[in-house]
């Protein structure tokens, strides 16, 4: 029973090979990295994470200006992959955004950083929204000067409403598996 829905860690020919039973955590987070995924765009669209730094900064009082946020209404968002996440993504979402924002909540191989900064830097990617990165904990140091970059420190399944019911979920797989019953999200089957 891994603790993830993430199954690229462990090699499922060799588990089935040698009768080893495998779970993942289903659709236990989905909910919760759906609302991360949003919350991430919606900081990136209305500029919620650089405002705070402005305010904090002191530059509010100095009636510096701060730049315009976009609305969400009426933008084009992108869902890479329709799985349970997506789809609890997508069902928050009504509207769709023109200009390009990047939201990832999968896998930080996902994205290639490199080229997701330089197209930052030009404009051709509105802003991003990271809650995994390929080398975590290290992060691109060029992305902290970003003010168009929102990060998460790989958090979006941390509520503690996943983790009961994954606590649960596991109590229930190792019921299942002494009373040699079938797992809950079982993903290699002997």
């Not at 039973?21 to 987070?29: D, E, L």
């Not at 994954?166 to 290699?188: C, D, G, I, T």
Request: net charge negative; hydrophobic share 45%; aromatic share 8%.
């Amino acid at each position: 029973m891994t603790s993830s829905v993430g199954i690229d860690h462990i090699d499922l020919h060799e588990c089935k090979k040698h009768g080893v039973k495998v779970a993942n955590a289903g659709s236990i987070f989905s909910e919760d990295v759906a609302d991360m995924a949003v919350g991430l765009l919606i900081d990136v669209l209305r500029k919620i994470s650089p405002a705070t730094r402005f305010v904090k900064d002191g530059l509010w009082p100095q009636n510096e200006v701060y730049p315009l946020g976009h609305k969400l209404g009426g933008t084009r968002v992108g869902i890479v992959g329709m799985g349970s996440i997506g789809f609890e993504v997508a069902k928050r979402l009504n509207s769709f955004r023109k200009n390009g924002i990047i939201v990832n909540v999968a896998r930080g191989a996902v994205i290639n950083e490199k080229d997701l900064f330089e197209c930052l830097q030009k404009g051709e990617i509105s802003g991003a929204g990271l809650d995994v990165f390929e080398n975590e904990p290290d992060v691109p140091e060029e992305f902290f000067e970003l003010d168009n970059v929102v990060m998460a420190p790989h958090h979006a399944v941390m509520t503690e409403e996943s983790f009961r019911n994954l606590y649960e979920l596991v109590v229930r797989n190792l019921e299942a598996f002494f009373s040699n019953k079938p797992l809950m999200f079982e993903v290699v089957k002997v």
